[in-house]
């Protein structure tokens, strides 16, 4: 199985901050990479699909980069509402494995 | 799109249970279909994937045997039946959609269910 590795694992920042996540991948995955997010006691939501492509309804500050192995997940402002788990995930193959999570806190 | 699962509850180790996920707001019968589950304050651990046409099926080794995936286009359902359930398999369990009907595409999950909790204990 393909292995997702994220850091940080927890990440503490105040609104307005700039924060990069990143994800790198035991094997080349191209560009088959999602993001989501999950608040507590909620289903994950689906921010970044192929690496870099927004999804519909998502806010703009958030970004995807990255091919191959490694890949980031950029928000260029935090804002309140920003605070949760954020999760990358790979789809290169049907066994589709997920990074640990990163926990992103209030400063 | 909406996804509701039910079907999760309290059950021994080595007994059963079966989740269903009823699907609307599009056309069930053109997507594929997985469930994910999370255990207790860890992470997302994918389980297992459906094509549109239920002919194909895929699971995680962690699952395979016990666990089997399944559908019913003319009821817009997805199923997840847990046979011989250890307590490890004690998790919130998601059903999703893919936008695309092959069970092994290179596919995100566009849309989640608010989950079903299985407890396996004694």
């Known amino acids: 199985d393909i292995q997702m590795t994220q850091s940080p694992s927890t990440l503490s920042a105040s609104v307005g901050d700039r924060v990069t996540i990143t994800c790198r991948a035991s094997q080349s995955i191209s560009s088959w990479l999602a993001w989501y997010q999950q608040k507590p006691g909620k289903a994950p939501k689906l921010l970044i699909y192929?690496?870099?492509g927004l999804e519909s309804g998502v806010p703009s500050r958030f970004s995807g980069r990255g091919s191959g192995t490694e890949f980031t997940l950029t928000i260029s402002s935090l804002q309140p509402d920003d605070f949760a788990t954020y999760y990358c995930?790979?789809?290169?193959?049907?066994?589709?494995?997920f990074g640990q999570g990163t926990k992103v806190e209030i400063k | 799109v909406q996804l509701l699962e039910s079907g999760g509850g309290l059950v021994q180790p080595g007994g059963s249970l079966r989740l269903s996920c009823a699907a609307s707001?599009?056309?069930?019968?053109?997507?594929?279909m997985s469930w994910v589950r999370q255990a207790p304050g860890k992470g997302l651990e994918w389980v297992s994937s459906?094509?549109?046409?239920?002919?194909?099926?895929y699971h995680a080794d962690s699952v395979k045997g016990r666990l089997t995936i399944s559908r019913d286009n003319s009821q817009n359902t997805l199923y997840l039946q847990m046979n011989s359930l250890r307590a490890e398999d004690t998790a919130v369990y998601y059903c999703?959609?893919?936008?695309?009907?092959?069970?092994?595409?290179?596919?995100?999950?566009?849309?989640w269910g608010q989950g079903t909790l299985v407890t396996v204990s004694s």
């Open positions: 999703a959609k893919l936008p695309c009907s092959a069970g092994s595409c290179y596919s995100h999950f566009d849309y």
């Open positions: 192929k690496a870099s």
């Open positions: 707001g599009f056309t069930f019968s053109s997507y594929a």
């Open positions: 459906i094509s549109a046409s239920g002919g194909s099926t």
């Open positions: 995930q790979q789809y290169n193959s049907y066994s589709r494995t």
